[in-house]
Nanobody, 115 residues
Framework: QVQLVESGGGLVQPGGSLRLSCAAS????????MAWYRQAPGKQRELVGI???????NDVDSVKGRFTISRDNAKKTVSLQMNSLKPEDTAVYYC?????????WGQGTQVTVSS
């Protein structure tokens, strides 16, 4: 059974930082593309970071220069370092794993940016 468990969300002031982590189990982690998505109330889910099995990453314009995705295949974790947070970054953040037709989602972790 595949499980993706996010952690690290919470309340942070504008300009602050948070680091989200996703622990994966039940899958051959190193062969999966991993990603972080977010969904704010009333909005569509959007991609905020993606890292392939070969450690290639793609910038996402909305968070470019502020968010960094990384992975540790030995620990089966993927992380999202979020700096210079803004109120508009408030959302539920989801971990995502994909390989071919196989796709899995975590339950999500709430990030709230507010003073």
């Amino acid at each position: 059974q595949v499980q993706l468990v996010e952690s690290g969300g919470g309340l942070v002031q504008p300009g602050g930082s948070l680091r989200l982590s996703c622990a994966a189990s039940g899958l051959f982690f190193s062969t999966y593309t991993m990603a972080w998505y977010r969904q704010a109330p009333g909005k569509q889910r959007e991609l905020v970071g993606i890292i392939t099995s070969g450690d290639s990453t793609n910038d996402v314009d909305s968070v470019k220069g502020r968010f960094t995705i990384s992975r540790d295949n030995a620990k089966k974790t993927v992380s999202l370092q979020m700096n210079s947070l803004k109120p508009e970054d408030t959302a539920v953040y989801y971990c995502y794993a994909a390989r071919g037709i196989f796709q899995y989602w975590g339950q999500g972790t709430q990030v709230t940016v507010s003073s």
